[in-house]
């Protein structure tokens, strides 16, 4: 078997397919899918910690449909890794929230640029459910992500998630492109919702005023490569791959939701590269077939995507950045002061206690 030394830092994990909404641009919920026990849940995260992973990403559906979500989240604490999950807000109450402020998680909402446009896509009153949510979470301390789905219709009002950012003292926005993928099921829903070639310059304009926009409200975009990305995305349907090809399999790897079929990305739901009941995970990401998913996104042969594959992390990686060392660390600064304003000297306690306990162990490990 041939060995790799790639380090994995990040799990992906199909979390669940319930959803108690019916989003117009989305099919997920029509799976219904509860997704992996949570003792299978444990046996995956202690097996990809031993090769390194840190971050756990839940995907979904809406987290909180599982009774046991809190729990996954506790025992992904106790082994150390960061949780990240999206809500629609709908399920978050103040004894949640409560519990949740005292573990390891970076919570992301979505929330679309205005509330029509919101209740429109997502139905009727639930602009406000995500906004209470967004509140209850600030009112903790929680470092928040809004997160926008970007389609034909809502595209005007990017400039207006800026404010509400602003307005309700949100970390960052991270912009989605509409994605074929999601309404499989429904494919009268594209033409809907694809930005068409004839309003390409009306989006890319949009963006620009975005980004000088959010600059100066202090906001940060997650990010800005990848918005300058989105019209090529639009005009290509999808097909997008970072200048050098993408570094995700290198560092990542995501298991479905049945919590035994391993893939090298999200975006990949069928390409499966091995399976957890005849090999360990090690195996596997060691293995031929991964090897295989690394090479073909590094020369630009897997199926493309725009939004995990174009984060600015890996586009640095990719040897895209074109941002001096001096702006990186000063971008980095940037985040530290934001973060200390938004979660207090506390969180910086926090994050020097457990950086210093991760090297102690990997002291003791040596
Ligand atoms: S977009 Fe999210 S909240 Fe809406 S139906 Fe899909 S999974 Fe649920
Ligand atoms: S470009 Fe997208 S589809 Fe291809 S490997 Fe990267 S994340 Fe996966």
Not at 63 to 83: K, Q
Request: hydrophobic share 40%.
């Amino acid at each position: 078997m041939p060995h790799t030394k790639q380090r994995l830092e990040s799990l992906f994990l199909s979390f669940t397919f319930l959803c108690n909404l019916k989003c117009d641009m989305c099919d997920i919920w029509q799976l219904k899918e509860r997704g992996p026990s949570l003792g299978t849940i444990e046996k995956i995260l202690k097996e990809a910690k031993k090769l390194g992973a840190h971050k756990l990403y839940l995907s979904g559906g809406e987290p909180f449909m599982r009774d046991d979500a809190l729990e996954a989240i506790e025992c992904a604490h106790r082994l150390g890794y960061v949780t990240n999950f999206v809500t629609n807000g709908s399920l978050l109450n103040k004894m949640l929230v409560k519990k949740l402020s005292k573990l390891r998680v970076n919570v992301t909402v979505s929330l679309e640029g205005s509330k029509e446009c919101h209740d429109s896509m997502r139905g009727r009153g639930t602009y406000e459910m995500a906004i209470s949510a967004i509140k209850m979470l600030r009112e903790r301390h929680f470092l928040i992500c809004l997160s926008m789905v970007i389609t034909r219709q809502s595209y005007h009002y990017m400039k207006d998630l800026v404010d509400t950012a602003k307005a309700l003292d949100v970390f960052s926005i991270g912009y989605q492109p509409f994605s074929r993928r999601n309404t499989w099921l429904r494919k009268e829903m594209w033409d809907k919702y694809i930005v068409p070639e004839n309003e390409i310059s009306g989006l890319i304009n949009m963006i620009n005023e975005t980004v000088y926009y959010a600059r100066q409200k202090r906001v940060i975009l997650q990010s800005v490569h990848l918005l300058h990305m989105m019209p090529e995305y639009f005009r290509l349907r999808e097909k997008i791959h970072p200048l050098n090809g993408c570094s995700i399999p290198f560092k990542s790897l995501a298991v479905n939701i049945d919590g035994l079929s391993v893939i090298p990305c999200v975006f990949h739901l069928d390409y499966i590269v091995g399976d957890m009941d005849h090999s360990s995970l090690a195996e596997i990401w060691n293995g031929e077939e991964f090897a295989k998913s690394r090479s073909m996104a590094r020369q630009k042969l897997c199926r493309g995507c725009l939004s995990g594959c174009s984060d600015l992390e890996a586009y640095r990686m990719d040897g895209g950045n074109k941002d001096s060392p001096l702006k990186y660390l000063s971008k980095r600064y940037k985040i530290l002061i934001l973060r200390l304003r938004q979660r207090g000297l506390k969180w910086l306690w926090e994050e020097a206690y457990f950086r210093l306990r991760k090297l102690v162990r990997r002291w003791a490990a040596l």
